[in-house]
């Protein structure tokens, strides 16, 4: 049998979300993927009520045990792996070409680090310096709108 990603050690991790419902999305899209660790960083507004209601009660448990920080650097420690995603090419930005190759990369390294795959604010998303705490970038495809939430 093949080895497969160990989503017990991945974690979502939201820095500077800017929308309440956002990070009930999220919670509900990592929960649908079996991802059930979510970090939120430095959020804008973080209305329980909101993100429950997005969340739905499918992914509640992750709401409820989700970690919030003040800071990026903070938040990042714990994780041995640390993959940025931006919508934005360029040589200062150097990534993989698809998903599908980081998530095969991501099984190997999964098997004994922590990961954290980090999205950045929604109108901005990471900066520079950000993703210079990665040590792996990725750019998820999208069609007309570079934003994922």
Known sequence: MATRVNLDNIAVVLHRPKFPENIGAAAR???NMGI????????????LS?????????????????????DLETALAPFQYTVGTTARVGSRRPTL?????????LI?????????VIFGPEDTGLTNAELGLC??????????????N
Do not use: W
């Open 36 to 47: 059930h660790r979510l970090v939120v960083v430095d959020p804008l507004d973080c209305d």
């Open 97 to 105: 070409p698809n998903p599908r190759q980081m998530a095969k990369r």
């Open 29 to 31: 899209a990592a929960c």
């Open 108 to 116: 190997s390294v999964s098997q004994k680090n922590r990961v954290a």
């Open 50 to 70: 909101r993100v429950l209601r997005m969340a739905t009660h499918f992914a509640a448990h992750i709401i409820e045990g989700m970690d919030i920080f003040d």
């Open 135 to 148: 040590q792996a970038v990725v750019t998820i495809p999208t069609a007309n709108f570079a934003s994922l």
